[in-house]
C-alpha cells in the first residue's frame, strides 16, 4: 500500500506538507529523540510529529512557518494538525524532552 496522510483535524494541508509529515514520520524511524523540529532546506515550514500513543497511525503535528510582515520584520506562525497515515509502519517509541511536550498541550498560537 501506498503511504498516505489524511488530514483529520486543523486547517488545510497541501500536498507538499502532506509529503514532508510523511518524510519527519521516516526521518523520525532511526532516531532516539523525537522532539525535533524539521525541514527541507531552504523552506520556510519546520515540522514537529508526536505519534498519539493511544491511536495507531495518528500523529499530531505542528507546523511553524517564517515569514516577513510588510513591514519588513520576521515573523514565525504555528498551526496544529491531527493526521492519520496508510501504508506506513507505527513509529518505536521514543524519548521526548518536556518543554517540547508542552507544545502539544498548550493553547493555539
Known amino acids: ?3 498516505s496522510v ?4 486543523g486547517r488545510h494541508l497541501t500536498a507538499s506538507d502532506k509529503r514532508n509529515i510523511l518524510a519527519c514520520i521516516e526521518y523520525l524511524r532511526n532516531e532516539e529523540n523525537h522532539a525535533l523540529w524539521l525541514g527541507r532546506p531552504r523552506s520556510k515550514k519546520q515540522y514537529c510529529v508526536a505519534a498519539d500513543p493511544k491511536t495507531p ?15 519588513g520584520q520576521r515573523r514565525q506562525s504555528q498551526s496544529r494538525h491531527v493526521v492519520e497515515t496508510r501504508g506506513v ?7 521526548w524532552s518536556i ?3 508542552e507544545l502539544f498541550q498548550g493553547g493555539e498560537a
Do not use: C, G
Request: charged share 30%; proline share 9%; aromatic share 6%.
Open 6 to 9: 489524511k488530514h483529520i483535524e
Open 57 to 71: 497511525n495518528r500523529f499530531s503535528v505542528l507546523i511553524r512557518e517564517t515569514y516577513t510582515s510588510d513591514h
Open 89 to 95: 509502519d507505527p513509529l518505536p517509541a521514543a524519548d
Open 1 to 3: 500500500m501506498k503511504p
Open 99 to 101: 518543554a517540547q511536550l
